[in-house]
């Protein structure tokens, strides 16, 4: 028989419970992060970068499907536009290992 299920499981931090879609943020509360160290740098190591500049709710770094190795950029979801802005204003140039981050306000699909 069957075990009533009182909280359905939802993905924490998308709370849709797929995989397949990205952490979002509202509108302007998602920053592209460019330039990520390719080798040991992981999606721990991006929250605690920008951990500091407000309530995230959630960061990816995208990877090759085919091989998982790090493309070198991500994705950072604050709740709030004013925390990214803070984040890329903090973040934007800073030097990571060899490389200097590149951080871009992630534009919406959605016409206005």
């Known amino acids: 028989h069957a075990h ?3 909280h ?6 998308t709370g849709t419970g797929s995989h397949d879609s990205s952490p979002q943020g509202p509108e302007g509360a998602n920053l592209f992060v460019y330039h990520l160290p ?3 740098f992981s999606e721990g190591d991006l929250l605690s970068l ?3 500049f407000g309530n995230l709710n959630g960061v990816q770094v995208f990877t090759d499907r ?3 190795a790090s493309r070198g950029f ?3 979801c604050f709740d709030a536009p004013e925390a990214a802005q803070i984040a890329l204003e903090s973040m934007d140039g800073f030097q990571l290992g060899e490389k200097r981050l ?4 992630k534009r919406s699909m959605r016409p206005y």
Not at 102 to 105: D, L, S, Y
């Open 4 to 6: 009533p299920h009182p």
């Open 8 to 13: 359905p499981y939802t993905h924490p931090l």
């Open 66 to 68: 085919n091989t998982g």
């Open 38 to 40: 390719t080798e040991g």
């Open 50 to 52: 920008f951990e500091p």
């Open 74 to 76: 991500g994705l950072v």
């Open 102 to 105: 590149k951080v871009q306000v």
